[in-house]
């Protein structure tokens, strides 16, 4: 694989860009396709642009977007909007009787026009099935698609950081259960990721290190390691916030998904379907969770900024969740229940 002319994946995907009569774009990536046309770079405009107000105490964010509030709530599998269109019956967000891996900009978004992006990824066409359960193949073909989108959105104005994520599961509030990831470009870079950025950007001028190539030296092969294939691990961090949270990342340095070379791209695939698979095992049946994937902002932490994937599982027991709470939500201070070597214990022992 390689970097391509004009920004192209250059993979073995093909990518067809087609727009709704609402302005919307779909993009629809199959394998062994050509990349035919260009993503309209004024994207929709037939929802007003998400209104931001400034926390000044906790100097933030905050993104009001009222029309949110009519998107489509537990359809059922009959009306998914993420399906593609049967034959004689409604029209779908994919017009298509099928299709492989599809994304397009959400009718509901915080953020769009010049402001920024708000994209869905349904990452199959099937409606009954998870991430966790799709082959290798198909996920490296996702990372391909992730990929994509992180060059195309990096590139749009008004986008200050790109952010890949999925929520999974009701108890997450997931609203829509085909097995989809959404994309954010923010018009701002978010609070975590700032945060993110100012230690590491520290750790670099005191030791002229990477704080993250410095924590996976400390995780390979130790107590707290779930799976890897010497090229990507998943990990409970010593200092996980949930119980079941797993990190995944690259051993090799790397800012963001655009610098990965192609076995680290395939062995993204690889630790992350073992992953989900343990997650899905631990319960036996599909946990919920949070997925966020930390990149660095364009143009910004290139040398010191480590990529890595963030997964949060609610759950603390099999039929116990973990709120947040006072602590938690009225001083950010987690209080977490397990230890991180006994929950790596359990999912490593799920291979
Ligand atoms: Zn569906
Ligand atoms: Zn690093
Ligand atoms: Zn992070």
């Given at each position: 694989m390689g970097e391509g002319g004009d920004g192209s994946v250059g993979g073995r995907l093909g990518r067809r860009v087609l727009v709704k009569p609402d302005g919307?774009?779909?993009?629809?990536?199959?394998?062994?396709?050509s990349r035919q046309g260009r993503v309209p770079e004024e994207a929709s405009r037939s929802r007003g642009a998400g209104e931001l107000r400034w926390h000044p105490l906790l100097r933030e964010w905050v993104t009001v977007a009222p029309?949110?509030?009519?998107?489509?709530?537990?359809?059922?599998?009959?009306?998914?909007?993420?399906?593609?269109?049967?034959?004689?019956?409604?029209?779908?967000?994919?017009?298509?009787p099928d299709y492989h891996i599809a994304v397009f900009e959400n009718r509901f978004p915080a953020y769009a026009g010049r402001q920024g992006r708000c994209e869905v990824v349904c990452y199959t066409s099937a409606h009954r099935t998870s991430l966790g359960a799709q082959s290798v193949d198909h996920a490296r073909d996702l990372v391909e698609v992730w990929r994509d989108r992180v060059e195309d959105l990096s590139r749009s104005?008004?986008?200050r950081y790109v952010y890949v994520f999925e929520n999974r599961g009701e108890v997450i509030g997931v609203t829509l259960h085909?097995?989809?990831?959404?994309?954010?470009?923010?018009?701002?870079?978010?609070?975590?990721?700032?945060?993110?950025?100012?230690?590491?950007?520290?750790y670099l001028r005191r030791?002229?290190?990477?704080l993250y190539c410095d924590l996976l030296a400390e995780e390979i092969g130790g107590p707290r390691t779930v799976a890897g294939d010497g090229r990507w691990l998943a990990f409970v961090p010593p200092f996980a916030r949930w119980p079941y949270e797993v990190h995944l990342a690259p051993l090799a340095h790397a800012g963001g998904?655009?610098?990965?070379?192609?076995?680290?791209?395939?062995?993204?695939?690889?630790?992350?379907?073992?992953?989900?698979?343990?997650?899905?095992?631990?319960f036996r049946r599909p946990l919920p969770y949070v997925m966020a994937m930390h990149q660095r902002p364009p143009g910004?932490?290139?040398?010191?900024?480590?990529l890595h994937i963030e997964f949060y599982p609610p759950n603390r027991s099999a039929d116990r969740l973990k709120y947040l709470a006072g602590s938690e939500l009225g001083a950010?201070?987690?209080?977490?229940?397990?230890?991180?070597?006994?929950?790596?214990?359990?999912?490593?022992?799920?291979?």
């Open positions: 919307r774009y779909l993009l629809l990536f199959e394998p062994g396709g029309w949110r509030q009519e998107r489509t709530y537990h359809p059922p599998p009959e009306h998914c909007p993420l399906c593609p269109t049967r034959p004689g019956g409604l029209e779908t967000e994919i017009p298509l104005p008004g986008v085909h097995p989809h990831g959404q994309i954010y470009g923010y018009p701002f870079v978010p609070p975590v990721i700032e945060r993110e950025l100012a230690s590491s950007a520290a030791t002229r290190r990477c998904l655009t610098e990965l070379g192609p076995e680290e791209s395939d062995s993204l695939a690889r630790v992350l379907i073992d992953l989900l698979r343990r997650y899905d095992r631990l910004r932490g290139g040398s010191h900024y480590h950010g201070a987690f209080l977490v229940d397990a230890r991180a070597e006994d929950t790596a214990r359990e999912l490593r022992g799920l291979g």
